[in-house]
C-alpha cells in the first residue's frame, strides 16, 4: 500500500509528466511495433484473430514481467529504494489529475466563452465528432468522459495495484491500452481487435462495478444527491453499449441530476445511444468541475478502503 500511496500523492501534486518518459506510451509503442509484425503475416480474417490473440498475450504479459524484474532486483538491493521505485511506478499507472486537467481545459474555455476552443479541447479526451456540439454538448461529452475514466483510469488501476503491486497494475494499463488502441469495430480491427475488447471488458468488469458503490458513497460526503445516484444507478448502470461504462456514468447523472449519453456523432456517422439520468435540470459548464470532485473523492475514498482493508488482514 505504501508505494500505491505514494504513486497517488505524486499523481496529486504532479501529474502526467508531458515530454518525459513514460512506460505507458512504451506500451503503445510496444502495440504498435508488434501489430504492424503480424499484419504481415495475415491473409485471412481468422488470421487476423489469431495475430490479435498473440499481440494481447505478448505486450500484457512484457508489462507485468518488466516491472516485475526491476522490482525483483531493487527488492534484492534496498527495501527502501525498492518502496521508491515502485512508488514511481505507480503514480505512471494512476491517472486522476490527468484526466482532471485535460477535462478542466473544456471547463475554462468554456467559462471564458471560447466554444471553439473548447471544442478543440474536448477533442483530445473523446472520440466523438466535436465540430457541431453546443456548450451544453460539450461539457456533457467532458462530464461523461471524467465519470467514465473514474473507472478505468483511476479506480482499476487503484484496485490491480492493490492486488498485486505495480506490475500488476501495467498489467492492467496493458490491458486498457490494448483497447483503446485495437479493440474497434471498423474494417481495420474488428477481427485483429477482437480479442482485446473482449479481455477490457473482462478486466473491468468488478472494479466498474467498485467504482459505482465508491462513487455513491462519495456523493453522500460531498452532499449530493446520493439517493437520486442510488436510483439512476440501479435503473441505467446498462445503458451503455459496454457492459462497464455506465456504471459510474450513471452514478455521475444521478448525483448531479443530469443527462448524459444520448446520440453522438462518430466519424460523420450518428449513432443512437440511449440516455443515463433524468434531465432535472440543464447540464452546465460547472457539471464538470462538479464530476472531477466527485472522481477524487471516489478515488480517495477507495484509498482509504483499501488502506484499511490491508490493515486488517
Known amino acids: 500500500m505504501i508505494p500505491l500511496i505514494i504513486g497517488y500523492l505524486l499523481d496529486l501534486i504532479i501529474g502526467d509528466p508531458q515530454g518525459f518518459f513514460h512506460p505507458v506510451r512504451l506500451i503503445g509503442k510496444l502495440i504498435f511495433f508488434i501489430e504492424n509484425i503480424l499484419r504481415l503475416k495475415c491473409r485471412t480474417a481468422s488470421d487476423e484473430r489469431k495475430a490479435g490473440a498473440i499481440l494481447w498475450v505478448t505486450v500484457v504479459f512484457t508489462s507485468f514481467a518488466m516491472p516485475l524484474v526491476i522490482l525483483y532486483v ?3 538491493i534496498n527495501f527502501m529504494l525498492a518502496v521508491i521505485i515502485e512508488g ?6 494512476l491517472a486522476a489529475r490527468s484526466l482532471r486537467d485535460e477535462s478542466m481545459k473544456v471547463y475554462k474555455s468554456l467559462k471564458n466563452g471560447n466554444l471553439q476552443e473548447a471544442r478543440k479541447n474536448l477533442s483530445y479526451i473523446v472520440g466523438r465528432d466535436v465540430e457541431r456540439l453546443n456548450e451544453g454538448s460539450v461539457a456533457r461529452a467532458a462530464v461523461e468522459t471524467v465519470a467514465e475514466n473514474t473507472s478505468d483510469g483511476v479506480i482499476a488501476p487503484m484496485l490491480f495495484i492493490m492486488l498485486g503491486g505495480a506490475p500488476l497494475g501495467f498489467m492492467y494499463k496493458a490491458v486498457n491500452t490494448l483497447d483503446s488502441m485495437v479493440g474497434y469495430k471498423n474494417d481495420k480491427y474488428i477481427n485483429m481487435g477482437r480479442f482485446s475488447a473482449i479481455a477490457d471488458d473482462v478486466a473491468n468488469y468488478i472494479p466498474a462495478r467498485l467504482s459505482a458503490f465508491a462513487m455513491i458513497a462519495a456523493s453522500f460526503f460531498l452532499k449530493m444527491d446520493y439517493k437520486n445516484a442510488c436510483k439512476i444507478y440501479k435503473r441505467d448502470r446498462y445503458n451503455h453499449k459496454s457492459p462497464n461504462s455506465a456504471h459510474t456514468e450513471s452514478v455521475c447523472a444521478g448525483a448531479l441530476n443530469i443527462m448524459l449519453g444520448g446520440d453522438s456523432c462518430y466519424g460523420g456517422i450518428m ?7 433524468d434531465a ?8 464538470i468541475s462538479r ?14 478502503a483499501g488502506i484499511l482493508i490491508m490493515s486488517i488482514l
Do not use: Q, W
Open 271 to 277: 449513432v443512437h445511444k440511449p440516455s443515463i439520468g
Open 280 to 287: 432535472k435540470r440543464e447540464i452546465e459548464t460547472e457539471d
Open 74 to 76: 531493487a527488492y534484492k
Open 88 to 93: 514511481i511506478m505507480c503514480y505512471y499507472i
Open 291 to 304: 464530476a472531477n470532485k466527485l472522481m477524487y473523492a471516489t478515488s480517495l475514498l477507495f484509498l482509504t
